[in-house]
């Protein structure tokens, strides 16, 4: 599985220019602010809007190519698309949705309804399929159209902010269950967000897209602790870990130790330490922090009215300390520095 | 592509908020409020009143006297319609044969002027709504102009092309030996020149509002332009076929003018219901009347069948 993709196009104000190869399976998500061309990549990837120059390429297939003047269609693509507000045909039962793409391709009724049925009781809608997308909750919705994206056995799949439409009390939740769809999809999987939780949860990979061209490309641990634009740097700003959870702490993938305040979930986790919550001490603290560890301020960085202190270490981590710890710490000069956090600040659950 | 509405707050529900309430998004299932009910014209506005229904729902002076007379001005001929009506002998007069004929050529005409107009009307409204070819607001303005344009214009001037001797009309006759004046397929052809403009620019209305990015997701999943059409346009442009089809189909079913100019006023051939309604009115008022009462019925039956098009339940 392999998708190799140059896309340059312009469109309105955008000028897009985005080089992306993935080289297995996985998830791979595209992060970037509003207006980076995120969508419009998405788009071109699958076939909605031709390109200036570049080319696509799916296993070994030539969807696109400008130079060669290749062209397969959209619905000629092995290519699903879970778009943004789900887009379920509204004249359609959830059932109807689904087999939709199968008749599309020819697929005689009674197979595509029986292979619809499967696709809907995979996400757990088996009671839904005679519903209408009308009666259909958020979620209800997004599994549906998942379903129908994955009906058709896709060998790449596109999801354009699959959980922006959530309130914020169904995301975790939805989240996991996507988790858990996109694992079981054997193909390529793109994920359009502008979340940086989303995309540090659902990916393997992230490439940072700003202003129609990409800025970072790696791993959530690559960007998190080398952010290399403003904009990276903001998004993923607090301090993210991954881990499991072993004897009432948080064993991370690096062998540290973070200590949390209970209740503690089970399994694997994610550690969300704030910056705002990390302390930096140039002696070693005394007093209730449970997570305290040596380490070395490497970069200051002025954000606003506070500043961001990179420190590395055992365990590396951002802290955001006020201009008068700065002074008063000269932690502008470097040098060994004790990092202490609350347990109580350190937010843990389920991956 | 993004809806461009995703961002802003919607229009009318954002008038009901308070300033500095939260921005309502189209993605978000929340109803509108509840528009307040209205009080009787004489009530005077409380100050609370005014803040809520904002500006210009208070009618300027004099609207209401002015807009009650064009109501009864609308309503009385109708309702005179019903008094006058000979109710003893409409039996009689609704199974007399000339009425019945004229009853079912009418149906005939009008049912067929509305499929001439959806089979070669939808193609063209979707090619006005998506296809930027040059000249496209010419084609649409001309296309449009049967709409204004006074019938009996409409008349002579498909007499002048489709008449025996008309610019198309000699060659239908010396190549295929079709006449089209004066005959039944004249009157819908009359018929359909004037509707068909009603459904075209419904229809196209209709296409230019749905959102397309439904065919593009039908497009993902490996429909070709047919069956999108098909499978995915047509049903969510439904609401504007069946009203550019009731409104067309209503035109036809009333035309006139262009009829008894182009196809005459043959019973059993050309002569309408609205041409025999015209002529019976010269010498048997009666008859004339429970013709009109017939039309009069079948245009209600349209409107109710349509409330839920073109008076949008609040």
Redesign the interface.
Known sequence: MSLEARVALRKGTLDLDVGLTVEASGVVVLLGPNAAGKTTLLRALAGLVPLERGRVVLDGEVLEDTAAGVRVPTERRPIGVVFQDYLLFPHMTSLENVAFGLRARGTPRATARARAHEMLDRVGLAEAAGARPRALSGGQAQRVALARALATDPRLLLLDEPLAAMDAGARAELRRGLTRHLAAFPGTCLVITHDPIEAMTLGDKLVVLEAGRVVQAGTPEELSSHPRSRYVADLLGLNLYRGRVDQGAVRLTGGQRLIAADPLPQGEVFAVVPPRAVALHRTLPDGSPRNVWRGEVQDLDVVGNHVRAHVAGELPVIAEVTPGAVASLRLDDGGPVYVAVKAMEIEVYEA | ???DGD?GARADAGKHLPTGGLAVTA?D?IAPPPRPRPAPWWAPASDTERRVRGRGERAPLGFVPLAAVAVVFLILPLVALLVRAPWGSLPGDLTAPGVLTALRLSLVCSLGALCLSLVFGVPLAWLLARVPFPGRNVVRALVLLPMVLPPVVGGVALLLAFGRNGIAGQWLDSLFGVTLPFSTLGAMLAETFVAMPFLVITVEAGIRAM?R??E?????????RW?IFR??TL??I?PALAAGSALSWARALGEFGATITFAGNMPGRTQTMPLAVYLALQNNAGAAITLSLVMLAISLAVLVGLRGQWFPRR
């Open positions: 592509m993004r809806k961002s993605g299932a959102d990015r439904y593009d997701a039908a497009a993902t999943l490996g429909a070709g069956l499978r995915v049903p969510l439904a």
